[in-house]
């Protein structure tokens, strides 16, 4: 049973950035893409991003290009989502989730996702 | 445009039976999609895939009571035997090369 257990929360001021991480535990890690989700207080979910390692190919969501870095860490079966240049408006819980489709160059259902963390941007 | 499009809200009775839709933008018709609950104050769980031919595969532990099916470009949830812990937020997901797409969520009400 594939696990992604997530760093614990952080509040970060404007202008800096935060590093999250997404450990799995379980199953493959390579093969199958790794996204990042945020979820805005009383929003829905909107898709930030992902990264699919064994093809070495990183998606971002047109809104997040440019301030938001998506990496993997293979020896530790780690994912990792940075943004900068930190807004109060970055204030969400964010997600990763795996895809559901491993060996594939692409994207897919989301079908084990972290519990979350919640970053807080506040001066 | 890859779109998702999800009604704001659905209520139903205790017991009964509800039917979400997610429906797809013109020229993506035949996309598979996926549906994820949120629960109140908790992280999304993966329902089940369903593709344009109305399949799906469920998630691990999913009911019985939570089944899907398609028309078009309709993508239905229909949740039967209503539970109060149905209640939450339903979100569709659907992807294309190199994106990631969520609909809106629907709220739904258990009464």
């Known amino acids: 049973q594939v696990q992604l257990v997530q760093s614990g929360a952080e509040v970060k001021k404007p202008g800096s950035s935060v590093k999250v991480s997404c450990k799995a535990s379980g199953g493959t890690f390579s093969d199958h893409a790794i996204s990042w989700v945020r979820q805005a207080p009383g929003q829905g979910l909107e898709w930030m991003g992902g990264i699919i390692p064994l093809f070495r190919t990183t998606n971002y969501a047109e809104s997040f290009q440019g301030r938001v870095s998506i990496t993997t860490d293979e020896s530790t079966r780690t994912a990792y989502m940075e943004v900068s240049s930190l807004r109060s408006d970055d204030t969400a819980v964010y997600y990763c989730?795996?895809?559901?489709?491993?060996?594939?160059?692409?994207?897919?259902?989301?079908?084990?996702w972290g519990h979350g963390t919640m970053v807080t941007v506040s001066s | 445009q890859l779109v998702l499009t999800q009604s704001p809200s659905a209520s139903a009775s205790l017991g009964a039976s509800v039917k979400l839709t997610c429906t797809l933008s013109s020229g993506h018709t035949n996309y598979a999609i996926a549906w994820h609950q949120q629960q109140p104050q908790k992280g999304p769980r993966f329902l089940m895939k369903l593709k344009s031919d109305g399949s799906h595969i469920k998630g691990d532990g999913i009911p019985d009571r939570f089944s899907g099916s398609s028309s078009g470009a309709e993508r239905y949830l229909t949740i039967s035997s209503l539970q109060s812990e149905d209640e939450g937020e339903y979100y569709c997901q659907t992807w294309d090369t190199g994106i990631v797409v969520f609909g809106g969520g629907t709220e739904l009400t258990v009464v």
């Open positions: 989730a795996r895809g559901d489709t491993p060996m594939i160059p692409d994207h897919s259902a989301f079908d084990v």
